[in-house]
């Protein structure tokens, strides 16, 4: 990931000159280590880079939280910020690729894309954890009419897919780089007919980073039309047999299992488990009804919250668990005498939401965006702001 190592300066610097800037936005210094943000905003995007002061050298980089998705953005803004602020560069990897980003093609979506989605296909399946994608590409091939939104976490294979998507010509598959569990949540109800989940990590040792869960599953199910079907191939004999525990869990749902059943297609991993002879696993779960709808209506504003004095202080340092979800308040930075840059997760324990909160002498907002329109992060939401307001 992009970043600068720049000679050691004074980043007092960095606030002298915010006022004349046209990227720099804020400067925050965390209240308990040496490590600084400044804010930006460049090209219509907003995010923040990370100061690591050291005796040797000062580290310039992304931040995890914020980082914007068009790398080249971010290494531009680097290299922006080092030039306005005169610093001297010992080491860097920002030269800027050429090559259109992937993550520009109009078959990459956000998450926010998701809040008001024109689907112009009559029918829509999704995959789950895509990988190389062949799977989602041969369906896609096979099925013009049918609109296939496969979403990964790995960035580099979003990327790929994206590739391919417009090497072979397609326009009926949509790539969102996101956690899945989190995803289905913003479908609308009764919208799939597929979720195509194919070799899921299988996360033995932790297990609550699998895909499959009971929440996982209700969502997949409200998500689906009647007979509508979800969809997991593996060869993990012990996740088949947690699978199909968490299957029939849920109600109203007709399961099929099939073993060692070819399909038209094979993808990488596949391969490599048939070279093994290792038996594979397809579990068919049918949803049997038809779910309410879903209205995405959730207020992420923070209304009357603002600084107050203290503020800092009182916020609560270990993390709050609650039914449901937690809060954890993990830094706190503070950009100017009544500005705080809060750090925190928050949400399900088993899909946090990682966001900062910008609180100044009038408001609050989360920075850079809102968190995604789960009841869950909502329900965290209400409590963060009672939290501030204390
Ligand atoms: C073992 S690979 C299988 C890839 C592909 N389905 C195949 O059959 O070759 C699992 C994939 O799921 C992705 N993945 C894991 N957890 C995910 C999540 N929560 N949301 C979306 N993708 C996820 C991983 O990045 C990885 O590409």
């Known amino acids: 990931m992009p970043h600068l190592k720049v000679m050691p300066f004074d980043s007092s610097v960095i606030s002298q000159r915010l006022s004349q800037s046209k990227i720099m936005t804020l400067h925050a210094k965390s209240l308990t280590g040496e490590d600084e943000l400044i804010g930006i905003a460049y090209k219509g995007e907003e995010f923040l880079l990370q100061l690591k002061p050291d005796t040797k050298a000062t580290l310039l980089k992304y931040d995890k939280v914020t980082r914007p998705l068009k790398v080249n953005l971010l290494k531009e803004a680097l290299a922006e910020v080092s030039h306005v602020l005169g610093l001297e560069v010992l080491s860097s990897n920002i030269a800027i690729s050429h090559t259109k980003s992937a993550l520009s093609s109009e078959y990459f979506k956000k998450i926010e894309d998701f809040e008001n989605p024109d689907f112009t296909f009559d029918t829509i399946s999704v995959e789950v954890g895509f990988g190389s994608g062949r799977h989602l590409l041969y369906q896609a091939m096979q099925h013009p009419d049918t609109l296939f939104i496969g979403i990964e976490i790995h960035t580099p294979s979003a990327q790929q897919v994206l590739k391919q998507i417009a090497l072979q010509g397609l326009h009926n598959v949509w790539v969102v780089n996101y956690d899945a569990r989190l995803f289905l949540e913003m479908l609308p109800s009764n919208s799939c007919k597929q979720i195509f989940v194919h070799f899921p990590v299988p996360w033995d040792k932790k297990p609550q980073r699998r895909v499959i869960s009971n929440s996982f599953v209700k969502e997949s199910m409200r998500v689906l039309q009647k007979d509508g079907r979800l969809e997991l191939r593996t060869d993990s004999n012990k996740y088949f047999w947690y699978a199909l525990e968490t299957f029939f869990s849920v109600p109203k749902v007709e399961v099929e299992i099939r073993k060692n059943e070819r399909l038209d297609i094979t993808s990488k991993y596949e391969e490599r488990w048939l070279k093994q002879e290792k038996d594979i696993y397809d579990v068919y779960v049918k949803c049997k009804d038809i779910s309410k709808n879903k209205i995405l209506a959730f207020d992420f504003n923070f209304n009357i919250v603002k600084y107050r004095k203290g503020l800092e202080d009182d916020l609560p340092k270990k993390t709050l668990v609650f039914d ?56 965290a939401h209400q409590k963060i702001m009672e939290l501030l307001n204390v």
Not at 349 to 377: C, G, M, Q
């Open 324 to 379: 449901g979800y937690f809060i954890h308040f993990e830094r706190v930075f503070k950009a100017g005498e009544e500005v705080l840059l809060i750090k925190c997760a928050f949400g399900s324990f088993d899909r946090p939401e990682h966001k900062y909160i910008l609180v100044d002498a009038t408001s609050a907002r989360y920075f850079v965006s809102p968190p995604v329109k789960t009841a869950i992060n909502h329900q």
